[in-house]
């Protein structure tokens, strides 16, 4: 038997160093214009993933964010970038700003036990604007990709890896 290769080997072991203080404060606290999104990791059974760790990045072209890459938190500035793991019953939560109109989504990467590779989506919050995206994507399938509304500045996006409800999924390797 051959030991396992690193692409055999994605998941829990992550959540020990990558998630990091205010990983999910993409946006200052304070900010009067910040929304929280947050939501659930289940499988196809519909069960929580309690050890998922999720990315988030926002479109450039927000006034202070940072470089990707950054993760300095001084507390006043936008960033731009948010990392997060997911509790026991597979819950997340972020806070940042209204994506801007020409690009109103979240980008979401996924990192999850028995995926071979880290997943990539859009969490899209408000109306999709110009982006071809949502409208390529059959109309049965296209509310996988939104964030709904979930109270005063809250929005919930639910990602499921699998099954019935399963999100749709973004191929970036060509």
């Known amino acids: 038997m051959l030991p ?4 055999q080997t994605v998941g829990p072991f992550y959540g020990y160093a990558l998630p990091f203080a ?3 404060d993409i946006a200052p606290a304070g900010r009067p214009d910040a929304i929280t999104v947050h939501g659930y990791v289940r499988d196809g059974n519909g069960d929580a993933v309690p050890d998922a760790l999720l990315e ?3 479109p450039a072209g927000r006034p202070g964010a940072s470089r ?4 300095r ?3 006043v500035d936008f960033t731009g970038f948010g990392r997060v793991a997911t509790d026991a019953d597979g819950h997340w939560v972020v806070r940042t700003l209204p994506p801007r109109a020409a690009t109103p989504y979240l980008s979401v990467c996924v990192f999850a036990r028995g995926l071979m590779h880290h997943l990539f989506t859009r969490a899209y919050v408000g109306e999709a ?9 059959p109309e049965e399938r296209r509310s996988t990709l939104i964030a709904v509304p979930d109270g005063e500045r809250t929005y ?9 409800k399963e999100t749709v999924f973004l191929d970036f390797h060509g």
Request: charged content about 15%; overall charge negative; glycine content about 20%.
């Open 73 to 75: 938190r001084n507390g």
């Open 68 to 71: 990707p890459g950054s993760f």
């Open 22 to 24: 205010g990983g999910g």
């Open 4 to 7: 396992p290769t690193p692409s």
């Open 56 to 58: 988030f990045w926002q």
């Open 129 to 137: 604007g110009p982006d071809p995206l949502p409208a390529a994507v």
């Open 156 to 164: 919930r996006f639910d990602i499921h890896l699998q099954g019935e």
